[in-house]
């Protein structure tokens, strides 16, 4: 199985910059694409970046110019550098990756628990 486990949330003033972290860890042969998404109380989860393993990228209208997705392929970690904060942005933050377990199955799909960011004055 995979583990993802994310850290570097907290609470933060606007303008403000954060870098989220997420490791994953377990039994697994290969990391696919990897990414983040998010969710504000009371609204769905949303994208807000995802990178695949050769490190193309893509994120939401919303955060471009202000968030920056990365990863390390020999750490199995990805990041997201998060830079102007606003108070919308405040949302648990999850760690998303496709992840193929054994050579004979194809990628599955998990998720981290979350990690809180809050932008707040």
């Known amino acids: 199985q995979v583990q993802l486990v994310e850290s570097g949330g907290g609470l933060v003033q606007p303008g403000g910059s954060l870098r989220l972290s997420c490791a994953a860890s377990g039994s697994f042969v290969s990391i696919y694409n990897m990414g983040w998404y998010r969710q504000a109380p009371g609204k769905q989860r949303e994208l807000v970046a995802t990178?695949?393993?050769?490190?193309?990228?893509n994120s939401a209208d919303s955060v471009k110019g202000r968030f920056t997705i990365s990863r390390d392929n020999a750490k199995n970690t990805v990041y997201l550098r998060m830079n102007s904060l606003k108070p919308e942005d405040t949302a648990v933050y999850y760690c998303n990756a496709d992840a193929r377990v054994t050579l004979f199955q194809t990628p599955q799909n998990y998720w981290g628990q979350g990690t809180q960011v809050t932008v707040s004055s």
């Open positions: 990178i695949t393993r050769s490190s193309s990228t």
